[in-house]
């Protein structure tokens, strides 16, 4: 090769490498672990609660790290990640838990970008449709307490001989207004005395208890959390009762409604293990957390006819996508109670014709 062709092709490599174009971009040597240090030195500390971040962390220490920290920025794109998921999923990790991961994982990147977006998004994720089938399925199997239920639990805790009197009166008055207002675990037991209006018969929710910092009072989950239930219903108006009775005469306003002797909130975890889990095994019923009680207050209201509007402004929801997937798979019993109630006579009517007719 002459001197002259070699400088003609150095010129046709340069060329092609189009510098001076706008979609040109100058490669990186920021790898997945820059962004994690950003993530965990500036932006959490900023921008997250301790419980958020907790979480998040969790999944950088025990799935993306030990698998990207030494990965480029820029090598990360859908393909490498679609590739990544079903190495996760070979391990038994499911299709829900490996999304709530890339969740982190996006955000971990977006904060650490000049455009604050990820670099690949979850709608190309290579999931067969007949796992988002079931997905949508199993997002419908959500347990749910209804209310005769949560009377079976709060009277069966309110009997426990492995707990003191005054916690099982806290336990059954907590599980009874789970059921009746909707609230969300972390703003129960954020919940102070002064939020409490018997008068009026409301709850004001202004708070929400961390319970990855101990059960420290902080700020709600969203906007649309900070709000005025109002228990204008049969159930509502039960607990409000009960709760007026365990309470009792209260000297401090500002003290929180469910604590412990110490003052502070009251655990989730002594909760669910102390008497939340030992009533359902005992009762038969499955187990699940306090979100069931959310979930069926969500659902009996909806199937008292409350407008939508209504519910999702009672149930601190951001959006009415998410008040409608709280409905999810009507028990049986619930839809033959709705029937009956509807078509009763008809259907007693229609039987006797039928008896009538073969006799």
């Not at 955000?107 to 449709?129: W, Y």
């Not at 199997?141 to 099982?168: N, P, Y």
């Amino acid at each position: 090769m002459t001197k002259s062709e070699a400088e003609r092709k150095k010129v046709e490599f340069l060329l092609n490498l189009e510098l001076n174009s706008m979609e040109y971009q100058i490669p990186s040597s920021l790898t997945f672990a820059n962004a994690v240090s950003h993530y965990r030195d500036v932006f959490a500390p900023r921008m997250l609660r301790s419980s958020t971040f907790s979480t998040a962390d969790g999944h950088l220490k025990n799935h993306l790290e030990a698998d990207w920290n030494d990965v480029p920025i820029e090598h990360i794109s859908i393909d490498s990640v679609n590739e990544w998921i079903w190495k996760k999923r070979g391990q038994g990790l499911s299709w829900v838990t490996i999304k709530n991961i890339l969740r982190t994982m996006q955000r971990v990147l977006s904060s650490f970008s000049k455009g604050k977006k990820p670099p690949f998004s979850q709608i190309g994720l290579a999931i067969p449709e007949r796992d988002k089938l079931q997905m949508k399925v199993n997002s419908r199997k959500h347990v749910s307490f209804s209310w005769a239920q949560a009377e079976q639990i709060a009277e069966h805790v309110s009997r426990m001989d492995t707990l003191g009197k005054h916690r099982r009166e806290q336990y059954a008055t907590l599980f009874l207004l789970a059921a009746a207002s909707g609230l969300r675990s972390s703003e129960l037991l954020a919940l102070r005395v002064d939020d409490l209006d018997f008068r009026a018969r409301t709850i004001r929710v202004e708070e929400s208890s961390d319970q990855k910092s101990r059960g420290e009072a902080g700020p709600c989950k969203n906007a649309a959390a900070y709000r005025t239930v109002l228990l204008f219903d049969p159930e509502g108006n039960k607990a409000l009762q009960r709760l007026r009775r365990f309470l009792g005469i209260v000297s401090n306003s500002a003290t929180f409604v469910f604590r412990s002797k110490r003052g502070n909130p009251v655990l989730e975890t002594n909760i669910l293990n102390q008497g939340l889990y030992p009533a359902l095994e005992a009762l038969g019923l499955e187990q699940a957390g306090m979100h069931a009680f959310r979930r069926g207050c969500n659902r009996r209201w909806e199937l008292a006819g409350v407008k939508p509007a209504v519910i999702r402004q009672q149930m601190g929801h951001s959006s009415s996508a998410m008040t409608d997937r709280y409905t999810g798979e009507i028990p049986l019993d619930d839809v033959r109670a709705e029937f009956s109630m509807k078509f009763g006579n008809k259907i007693d009517v229609l039987e006797t014709m039928e008896t009538g007719a073969a006799a």
